[in-house]
């Protein structure tokens, strides 16, 4: 059965980005731009690996990592963010709040041979 990716980025270009990736990789993708409607399509998927965009207008990714942890639904998180580290530091906080590993992080912009790396990576865990 193929892995399951998921993104949660409000910025569609991004998420198009990764789901070419992914499919091109041989798993299957969904990518949730309206962070609203985030954890109710996460936990519809029930995805292995989720790259998670930590800044996103009105339900921050923090927001999000939050009750995606809460849910107990087990993931492979990957943590996105263009901005600086202050978001990726209050979401180790959470995570080990949660009793969560530390997650891997993706910069933005990234090239695709780091989104590789990470894919083959994360799937190596699943």
Request: charged share 20%; hydrophobic share 50%; aromatic share 8%.
């Amino acid at each position: 059965m193929p892995t399951r990716v998921m993104m949660i980025d409000d910025e569609a270009g991004i998420a198009k980005v990764v789901g070419l990736t992914a499919k091109k990789l041989g798993h299957d993708f969904l990518s949730v731009t309206d962070p609203a409607k985030a954890v109710d399509q996460f936990l519809a998927y029930r995805p292995d690996i989720l790259f998670l965009d930590m800044i996103m207008p009105g339900k921050d990714g923090i927001d999000v990592l939050n009750e995606i942890l809460a849910s107990g639904v087990p993931a492979r998180i990957v943590l996105v963010s263009g901005y600086g580290d202050g978001y990726l530091n209050l979401a180790e906080g959470l995570a080990g709040f949660h009793g969560a590993d530390r997650f891997p992080i993706l910069k933005k912009p990234f090239r695709n041979a780091d989104l590789v790396a990470m894919l083959s990576e994360m799937t190596a865990l699943v």
